[in-house]
């Protein structure tokens, strides 16, 4: 049996001897710990969203590829690699002469050298970024700033289809600021006439909020208002676009903070459009914006904009093709 064109690996392959010895210790772990379930396994390790819709994407287009295959042997000679720990094993295997062409991000950092500088390494031949002004963070790597293009993912618009549900709300997505911050903006939408929906508990405290939790608010939602201070993608926007909900993103701009660093040139919506909704600085802006989108609902058109730019299928294409135009001496696209 040949091997596929490529290989998306985010958990490192296991020896032998090593996976029939985590396989025996989770199998005696009810005798070990009785009473204490044992946790599921993730069906995309990694960055969840990204992981699941690269993978499903490529499965939508019919790529020849495989996923974290359990063997060595079973490598592709062509490794996208989005996760640090399978990114370093790649770097070795590529090293050694197992691997011809290695692709990184857009989740393994952020900076060039965050995580002891892995996105430097010389073996990497390409790297996903998630925006166009990500690649402007590189600017203290021109090697790096090379090797960049731009390619987000994308959303199920299967699993995101809205439902004939009453629009009453208005959904809060709480990710930067105080809560001070977060309540006036509350404030603003219950003066508008809705009702807000809060989605986050605390700012960038995701946990107690599943898929499924986070498709019923917005299948109440007319509109969803933003908060995040930058964001390379901002994958939850196309979530609610892909949900026909329009988008009133609070986009500060200027610089923004992240793990203690500063750095310019950023936005909070990078594939906002006039279909999918608008952005605002100030609290004034604020309130014209719910009159404008709320008055002119039937001008945006966001989850239209989804199924002809942002599904996974269309993501996955245009990962594929990035991947193999670089490639293209090692493998065929399949």
């Known amino acids: 049996m040949s091997r596929p ?67 060595f042997a079973d490598l592709a000679r062509v490794v996208y690699a989005p996760a640090n720990e399978a990114l370093r094993q790649a770097i070795s295997l590529k090293r050694r002469g197992d691997v011809d062409y290695l692709v990184a991000g857009p989740v393994n950092a952020l900076f060039s050298d965050e995580c002891d500088g892995i996105l430097k390494s010389s073996e990497i031949d390409r790297l996903v970024v998630a925006s166009d002004w990500v690649v402007d963070l590189y600017d203290d790597a021109p090697e790096l700033k090379r090797k960049s293009q731009v390619c987000p993912c994308g959303v199920d618009p299967v699993f995101w289809t809205p439902s004939s549900a009453r629009k009453d709300a208005a959904v809060v997505y709480w990710k930067s600021g105080t809560v001070e911050f977060c309540e006036r903006v509350e404030a603003a939408v219950a003066a508008a006439g809705w009702t807000p929906i809060r989605v986050a508990s605390a700012a960038g405290d995701f946990s107690k909020f599943t898929a499924e939790q986070f498709r019923e608010q917005l299948d109440r939602a007319a509109v969803a208002i933003f908060l995040s201070s ?46 999918t909704g608008v952005d605002w600085r100030t609290f004034d802006e604020l309130d014209s914006a719910l009159t404008e989108v709320l008055a002119n609902r039937g001008r945006f058109y966001p989850r239209e904009w989804v199924l002809k730019h942002m599904t996974d299928a269309i993501c996955a294409r245009q990962l594929h093709r990035l991947i193999f135009e670089g490639a293209s001496p090692f493998a065929a696209a399949g």
């Open 230 to 275: 930058f964001e390379t993608q901002g994958i939850a926007l196309a979530e609610a676009w892909a949900m026909d909900v329009p988008t009133i993103v609070w986009n500060p701009g200027g610089r923004a903070e992240w793990r203690g660093r500063s750095f310019a040139s950023v936005t909070s919506c990078p594939y906002l459009t006039s279909a």
């Open 5 to 71: 064109a490529l290989t998306v690996l985010t958990k490192p392959i296991l020896s032998a001897p090593t996976r029939a010895y985590r396989s025996a210790r989770r199998a005696l772990r009810p005798f070990v710990k009785p009473g204490v379930p044992v946790p599921a396994a993730s069906p995309y390790p990694g960055h969840y969203a990204l992981t699941r819709s690269v993978v499903e994407g490529l499965r939508e287009i019919r790529a020849d590829f495989n996923f974290n295959p359990a063997s």
